[in-house]
């Protein structure tokens, strides 16, 4: 969609019908455009494809507030790796129940936060997390990181699945989680998640 809308018209760059060498003259350079229709559509799309699924928009990849605040209005969810992120979802209109706390790394302080401010659900990818989960004595609601161990076709530097990575859980670890979990009546166990990686342009890399 994108491509059909930017083109060249007489030696000008033009984005859906309007000039954008006379839009920036307005603008200090350089500028990011964002349009509303592609967002909008592209929202849509996953909403249509999986209609029963809590749709999140990781904040890490833009804390813009005009366009998170478009994207709550369309019902999006959040996904957050950091307390800041978690305030800054709220600040542009996010319930806490819509906000997913993702991302290795969690302090006590954020953890702790986090759940007095009530978020949905807390991704925990360490024993280390969950004890400081269970040191708050506070009600909630986790989901567990699996790192499969496979080695997808991306770069090096954008790769989280492989065995020596940093991100989430062995399945040895996920036993031993689980085990605590069960042991620990505030803590309920939502589910399981995992990320390959980025820039994964080919299917057969998520043929577990």
Known sequence: MAQDLLQYRNSKLVWDGVDLNEKLKALPTPSYIYYRKILTNRFQEFQS????????????????????QMLQKLGSHVDVVSIGEVHRAIECGFKPEQILFSGPGKTYSEILQALELGVFQ????????????????LPARVGLRWTP????????????SHTDTKFGLSIEDMDL?????????????????????SQILDLQDFDL
């Not at 494809?49 to 998170?68: D, E, S």
């Not at 505030?186 to 390959?196: A, E, K, R, V």
């Open 122 to 137: 807390v991704n925990v990818e360490s024993l280390d997390e969950l004890k400081k989960i269970q040191k708050t004595g």
């Open 149 to 160: 161990g496979l080695d997808v076709r991306t770069h090096p530097f954008i790769k989280t």
């Open 49 to 68: 494809a999986f209609p029963k699924a809590r749709l999140h928009f990781a904040v890490k990849a833009n804390h813009h507030g005009p366009l998170l």
């Open 177 to 197: 989680m689980i085990s605590e979990i069960l042991s620990s009546p505030q803590i309920q166990l939502q589910g399981f998640s995992l990320h390959l990686g």
